[in-house]
């Protein structure tokens, strides 16, 4: 059998009044709250070092990879000199060849934006609830569910 949580009463009052118990519920409900506050701090604090490591490591392979483009059109352009074309036109078809790359990830950056919901379903959610919080204060208190 569960043990009460209350300490036993002491002295001649064998209940608790009701301002007691209200004041005691407040005062479990504010520990609670102030101790998911304390979670959510420590598991956010555990999540930003997880982030700041994850953004440095891909800073690193961004400026890896930025290398290895430029490494990769210097062998392009001295692989198209290599095969006959002079060097000025290898160097602008390499450059040509990086500007079609970039538009074409602009292309598909301006797509995907363009897909962006903007938060429209949460907006509408958020609405509807104090449309319904404010219809609920505004409306006299009377039975939640009518009976039909």
Known sequence: MAKPTAPPSRGSDSEKSLGDLVAQ??????QLV???LDLAKLELRADARRLGLAAALLAIAAMSGCLVLVLACFALAYGLITIGI???AAFLIVAGG???LAALVILVVVIKVRGLSGLRETRKTVHEDFAMLK???ES???PAVEAG
């Open 34 to 36: 102030r101790f998911e």
């Open 135 to 137: 219809r609920d204060e």
């Open 86 to 88: 002079w060097s000025w």
């Open 98 to 100: 990086c500007v079609l």
């Open 25 to 30: 519920a407040v005062k479990d409900v504010t």
């Open 140 to 142: 006299p208190a009377g």
